[in-house]
Every structure is written in structure tokens, then in C-alpha cells.
């Protein structure tokens, strides 16, 4: 009896202490309240978070509304003023030459061995060339209103890729009887009170994506504003103005007689267009229909728009992966060489109307991957083994010889410096394109210092080697660069054409 009365104690000891034990697990309960506090913690944030977000939103809201109704008074009651053009910058004047000149092929393997360079040294002094500033994008805090309403998609193709855009659909307004201040004060109210803030966004956000710069930016405001205004031009230019202030860029819109202008402001010089010089910066009407057109114009900014828009290509823009290849063959010491290289066919759409500008921009200009593989890819595995003299003239022979010779004129009956891509897309180049693209291959293929060399009526580079070599070269900030011309065909590092030997070149910083 005693015997069963213990086991059954021991039993029941054993079980209270188990349960006790699995009851009050410190281990399990410690994780238990940890979770329940972070969950707690965690919702109390987001509401903190929300609540915050909402509360910034609704002060920026404020904020720009403030901000547009001060500008509309200024649409409104400020005298609008008559401003005369300057006369249009051109480019050089000094026409290029048809044909280029070819440098004695029958030496020139001699002629490749640097010991027996006999060309004069000419020093050349560099003439300063401005830094520009690339702006900030300006961020737009708002999220989208919650409405039962279903907004209308616009549906938009830019550089090939197909974009849906939702957007309010009253922003299409009715088009203005007459053109004049009023006219112009009415619309920024109008769509001061639409919901364009969460637009705008949109925009940016896919700006961001794609990676464009001020320019790609400004052509796509323009076409979503064509698109939604059914290509009325006056609405166009009313609704890239609006939106361009909105996102902070210092463009203003001026009018003469029954039509509107965007005047738009620009950090290097844009050749052959017509300007404006407001408080000592230019504004360059891009559609004028006459050089010397007199436009009426507010004279008070936007108090949010102070950008001055950048058309440097800092960033590869990211659009389709369309690709397209080609072979280029050029003949060196004897030997033929074929280069395959591929290229985004899609960008000299973005490319094709680029205002003419500083030749800075185009050597700074930044290539899509395509081609940045392609040409490391078949390029470098034909620079092995070569040492940087033999590397540089080799690559020289390459941008010599591939591509064959016209004048822009001849071309485009205009004046047209290449972008990197477009030496590839297009049958014909000259002397700047050549140099962009001779520039570009030394810098990223061999990491060797190059500047451009602006001569009259002719444009080619100089190169910074790391040893000493004889020829033809430049001074710049206390470094010897040897000039290449990419255009004088034949030609090694060094030598300079006969007729450039004795005259000055402006130099171009080339930072990429």
C-alpha cells in the first residue's frame, strides 16, 4: 500500500514540475513578449510614419499653393515687356575641308618607330573652358488622392518604349481666343487647381528610371503635353512651361502676336537659335520661325524654378535593349582588321534633334552598355600584348580608316557634331566626330588623359603618354599631350597637319 501511495506521488510530482517547466519556458516567453512588443511597436510607427507623411504632404500642398497663387498675381498684375533678339551665336565659321588629308603611307611602318620622330615640338597654351553644374531633380512629395474614379491612361511611346500614364482627364483645357497675359495668367490658375502634383510625380519617377537628362526631360514633357492637348501648339508650349517651373527649371514663355514660345535657358551656349538675354542669361527660343522675332515677356521667375538645365549626358539613358551590330574594317602596317561593334539604334531618336551645342558635351557624352561592350570586347583582345604608344597609333589607324569622310554640310546641310552612337548609325563622319569617338576609346580602353583641340575649321585631340616621346604636342596644366589627329589619315600620335602646325588651338577639359 505504501509502495503504490509513493509511485503515485513520484508520478504526480513529475508531471506537476513537467508542466510547470513547459509552462514557464523563459526562453519561449521572452520571445513571446519580444514579438508582441515589436509587433505593437512596429504598428505604432507606421501610424506615427503615416500620420507624419500626410502631415508633410498637406504642408507642401500648402506650401506650392502659396507659391502659385504669388506667381499668378505676378501673371496678372506685372507689366509684360517687349524684348528684342541677339544676334544667333554660330559655330565656326571657317568651313571644313572636303577632303582630308593623308599623310605619307608609303613610310609608315617607318614612321611608327618613335625613334626616328623628327617632328617639331609646337606648344599650344590652353584657353579655360567653363565647368558646368549638373542640377538636382527636384522631388515632389505627394501620393496619389484615393477617388473611386478611374483615371484615364495616356498611352505614350518615347525612345521606343511604350508608357502608360495615368492623368487627370481635365487637363485638357480649351484653347485661348487670344493670346496675351491674360490668357496666360488663366491657364497657370486652371492647372494651379488641378491635381497635377501626383502627375508630376509620375513623370519624375519615370524620369529617375529611364535615367534622362534636362533635355530627354523637356522632350518628354513636350510630347506627353502633345499628346494630351491633341498637338495644339500654344497648348503644348502652355503645358511644358507649367510643368517644367513645377519641377523646378527657370524656363519662361513669351508670345508675339497669336503665338506662344517656351524661352529655355540652357548652361552652355546653343549655336544658330534665337535668344533672349534675361538679368545676363540667355534664353533660347527653340521653334522660332524668324531670327529676329521680338516676344513679350513676364519679368519675375517662378519663386521654386531656379534650374538652369544641363545638356551634358552623364548617365547612360536607360531605354530599349534594341541592339544592332556592324562590322568595320580598317587596314594598319599592312595587316587588315575587322572591328565588330553593336549600338542601341533606338537613342539617335533622342539624338537626331539635340541642339547644337558646346563640343564639350559631345566628348563628355556618355554611351549606352551596347556599345561600351561591344567595343571592349572586339577592341581589346586586339590590343594585347601592345604597349601604349603602339595602342594609341593602333587605335588612331581604327577611327582613320573605318568610317568614311564627309562634311556635315555635305550630309545634314547642317552642322551636326556626333554623339558616340551616332559615328556607328550614320554612313559618313568628320573631324569632331571622329575625335568624340578616337577620345572616348583612349580614355575608357586604355585609361590614358585626353583633351580635345579646337582649331579653327578643325577639331582633333592630344594625348597625355606616361613616357616621354617626340612630336607634335600641347601644354596643358603643366602636362605634355601629344597631339592625334583622328582625321588625318595615315597619321601617327604626334603629328600634327602641315597646315595646323603653327596655329593655336583652344583646349577641351574632357572629364568623364
Keep these: 500500500m505504501?509502495?503504490?501511495?509513493?509511485?503515485?506521488?513520484?508520478?504526480?510530482?513529475?508531471?506537476?514540475?513537467?508542466?510547470?517547466?513547459?509552462?514557464?519556458?523563459?526562453?519561449?516567453?521572452?520571445?513571446?513578449?519580444?514579438r508582441k512588443k515589436f509587433e505593437e511597436m512596429m504598428k505604432n510607427q507606421k501610424q506615427d510614419m503615416d500620420k507624419t507623411k500626410k502631415q508633410q504632404e498637406q504642408i507642401f500642398k500648402e506650401f506650392r499653393k502659396q507659391?502659385?497663387?504669388?506667381?499668378?498675381?505676378?501673371?496678372?498684375?506685372?507689366?509684360?515687356?517687349?524684348?528684342?533678339?541677339?544676334?544667333?551665336?554660330?559655330?565656326?565659321?571657317?568651313?571644313?575641308?572636303?577632303?582630308?588629308?593623308?599623310?605619307?603611307?608609303?613610310?609608315?611602318?617607318?614612321?611608327?618607330?618613335?625613334?626616328?620622330q623628327t617632328i617639331p615640338r609646337l606648344e599650344l597654351p590652353p584657353i579655360?573652358?567653363?565647368?558646368?553644374?549638373?542640377?538636382?531633380?527636384?522631388?515632389?512629395m505627394v501620393d496619389a488622392k484615393k477617388t473611386t474614379k478611374q483615371l484615364p491612361n495616356l498611352s505614350l511611346n518615347y525612345l521606343n518604349i511604350a508608357l502608360q500614364l495615368p492623368y487627370p482627364d481635365n487637363f485638357k483645357v480649351e484653347k485661348p481666343k487670344n493670346i496675351n497675359p491674360k490668357a496666360i495668367a488663366d491657364y497657370w490658375q486652371e492647372m494651379s487647381e488641378k491635381d497635377y502634383l501626383y502627375f508630376l510625380q509620375q513623370i519624375i519617377k519615370m524620369r529617375v528610371e529611364?535615367?534622362?537628362?534636362?533635355?530627354?526631360?523637356?522632350?518628354?514633357?513636350?510630347?506627353?503635353?502633345?499628346?494630351?492637348?491633341?498637338?495644339?501648339?500654344?497648348?503644348?508650349?502652355?503645358?511644358?512651361?507649367?510643368?517644367?517651373?513645377?519641377?523646378?527649371?527657370?524656363?519662361?514663355?513669351?508670345?508675339?502676336?497669336?503665338?506662344?514660345?517656351?524661352?529655355?535657358?540652357?548652361?552652355?551656349?546653343?549655336?544658330?537659335?534665337?535668344?533672349?538675354?534675361i538679368d545676363k542669361q540667355p534664353f533660347y527660343v527653340?521653334?522660332?520661325?524668324?531670327?529676329?522675332?521680338?516676344?513679350?515677356?513676364?519679368?519675375?521667375n517662378f519663386a521654386e524654378a531656379k534650374l538652369i538645365p544641363n545638356l551634358s549626358i552623364v548617365r547612360e539613358p536607360k531605354i530599349s535593349t534594341e541592339s544592332t551590330k556592324k562590322t568595320l574594317k580598317f587596314r594598319y602596317l599592312s595587316k587588315e582588321y575587322s572591328v565588330e561593334v553593336a549600338y542601341n539604334p533606338t537613342i539617335i531618336q533622342l539624338y537626331q534633334n539635340y541642339p547644337l551645342t558646346d563640343m564639350k558635351i559631345y566628348f563628355e557624352g556618355k554611351p549606352t552598355e551596347s556599345v561600351i561592350s561591344s567595343l571592349e570586347k572586339s577592341l581589346k583582345e586586339l590590343l594585347k600584348g601592345k604597349n601604349e604608344w603602339e595602342s594609341v597609333n593602333f587605335l588612331l589607324a581604327f577611327v582613320q580608316k573605318a568610317f568614311e569622310y564627309k562634311t556635315d554640310q555635305e550630309q545634314f546641310n547642317a552642322e551636326k557634331p556626333f554623339f558616340i552612337e551616332e559615328i556607328l548609325h550614320y554612313p559618313f563622319s568628320d573631324c569632331e566626330d571622329r575625335s568624340v569617338f578616337f577620345a572616348y576609346l583612349v580614355d575608357k580602353l586604355l585609361g590614358l588623359e585626353v583633351v580635345g583641340l579646337d582649331y579653327p575649321g578643325h577639331i582633333a585631340t592630344a594625348v597625355k603618354f606616361n613616357q616621354e616621346l617626340n612630336g607634335d604636342f600641347v601644354m596643358h596644366n603643366n602636362?605634355?599631350?601629344l597631339i592625334c589627329d583622328p582625321t588625318y589619315i595615315g597619321a601617327f600620335a604626334g603629328e600634327a597637319m602641315t597646315d595646323l602646325k603653327n596655329v593655336k588651338a583652344q583646349i577641351i577639359e574632357i572629364k568623364r
Design 2 to 34: 505504501k509502495k503504490y501511495t509513493l509511485n503515485g506521488l513520484l508520478c504526480f510530482l513529475f508531471l506537476l514540475i513537467s508542466h510547470t517547466i513547459s509552462a514557464q519556458n523563459p526562453v519561449q516567453n521572452i520571445f513571446d513578449e519580444q
Design 479 to 481: 602636362k605634355k599631350y
Design 286 to 300: 527653340l521653334n522660332a520661325p524668324k531670327s529676329q522675332m521680338q516676344v513679350s515677356i513676364y519679368e519675375n
Design 128 to 140: 579655360p573652358v567653363p565647368i558646368y553644374a549638373t542640377p538636382t531633380i527636384v522631388r515632389v
Design 210 to 277: 529611364m535615367q534622362l537628362n534636362d533635355w530627354a526631360y523637356y522632350r518628354l514633357l513636350e510630347n506627353i503635353g502633345e499628346q494630351i492637348m491633341e498637338k495644339d501648339k500654344n497648348l503644348t508650349t502652355l503645358f511644358t512651361w507649367f510643368m517644367l517651373l513645377q519641377s523646378g527649371y527657370n524656363v519662361k514663355i513669351g508670345f508675339e502676336n497669336e503665338s506662344l514660345y517656351l524661352l529655355y535657358p540652357a548652361q552652355t551656349t546653343i549655336f544658330r537659335n534665337t535668344y533672349y538675354r
Design 67 to 116: 507659391q502659385n497663387n504669388e506667381f499668378l498675381k505676378t501673371l496678372k498684375n506685372q507689366k509684360w515687356k517687349v524684348i528684342k533678339p541677339e544676334p544667333n551665336i554660330e559655330t565656326d565659321e571657317k568651313p571644313k575641308p572636303n577632303k582630308i588629308p593623308v599623310a605619307e603611307l608609303t613610310e609608315e611602318e617607318k614612321r611608327n618607330n618613335i625613334e626616328v
